[in-house]
């Protein structure tokens, strides 16, 4: 599975930006497609997942009510809208793809199997 992310930039506080990932490959492997995000210094930390046959959505606690996951089976590509931008949003935002459920380790970067290459987002206060 390929996954190539794109959407990211720069921003200011109160911004939005959507993100974008695109699948290929064994994309009818894919069970669960999440975002993560890791800023300068520190742990690589989950985003938002979404089920990718039954749409079920996760959320972290701190984009919970502004940022939405969303997915287009058609194009095999996963969303991130991100609304009300905070300069702690600042990342380097990545897509990645899981081939079984992981319903219970969903925020665990290491449940994932392949990852895309990385789109910065940058808000400015």
């Known amino acids: 599975v390929q996954l190539q992310a794109s959407g990211g930039g720069l921003v200011q506080a109160g911004g939005s930006l959507r993100l974008s990932c695109a699948a290929s490959?064994?994309?009818?492997?894919?069970?669960?497609m999440g975002w993560f995000r890791q800023a300068p210094g520190k742990e690589r930390e989950f985003v938002a997942a979404i089920r990718w046959g039954a749409g079920d959505t996760y959320y972290a606690d701190s984009v919970k009510g502004r940022f939405t996951i969303s997915r287009d089976n058609t194009k095999n590509t996963v969303y991130l809208q991100m609304n009300s931008l905070k300069p702690e949003d600042t990342a380097v935002y990545y897509c990645?793809?899981?081939?079984?459920?992981?319903?219970?380790?969903?925020?665990?970067?290491?449940?994932?199997?392949?990852w895309g290459q990385g789109t910065q987002v940058t808000v400015s206060s």
């Open positions: 490959g064994r994309t009818l492997s894919t069970y669960f």
């Open positions: 990645a793809t899981a081939l079984r459920s992981i319903t219970t380790t969903i925020r665990l970067p290491s449940s994932y199997h392949y």
